[in-house]
């Protein structure tokens, strides 16, 4: 059984810092594409960040200079390191995996991604 377990979110102020982390099990093979998402209330789930089996990674471009995404292959963990939060980066923040080749036009769009995890909360006040 695929499962995907985020962690590491929380409350911080504005200008913080967070990492969050992703733990991959149940999978027969190494996913091709990895990313993460985000859906903050009343707004749509959208692509944050993906990383895909060459080490493509794609951001969007409202986080790019502040977020990175790196994976650790031995550990099976995707990480998301974020820096100088913004209150508009206030969100559930999901993981998610496909199961087979992705296209790298649709890197950040959730209706190639196959597994998700539950989610965890991050919180930019001012």
């Known amino acids: 059984q695929v499962d995907l377990v985020e962690s590491g979110g929380d409350s911080v102020q504005a200008g913080g810092s967070l990492r969050l982390s992703c733990v991959a099990s149940g999978f027969p093979s190494t996913p091709y594409c990895m990313g993460w998402f985000r859906q903050g209330p009343g707004n749509q789930r959208e692509g944050v960040a993906s990383?895909?089996?060459?080490?493509?990674?794609t951001y969007r471009d409202s986080v790019k200079g502040r977020f990175t995404i790196s994976k650790d292959s031995a550990k099976n963990t995707l990480s998301l390191q974020m820096d100088s939060l913004k209150p508009e980066d206030t969100a559930m923040y999901f993981c998610?995996?496909?199961?087979?080749?992705?296209?790298?036009?649709?890197?950040?769009?959730?209706?190639?991604?196959?597994?998700w995890g539950q989610g965890t909360q991050v919180t930019v006040s001012n």
């Open positions: 998610a995996a496909t199961k087979g080749p992705c296209l790298r036009a649709l890197v950040l769009k959730s209706i190639q991604y196959n597994y």
């Open positions: 990383l895909d089996a060459d080490d493509i990674i």
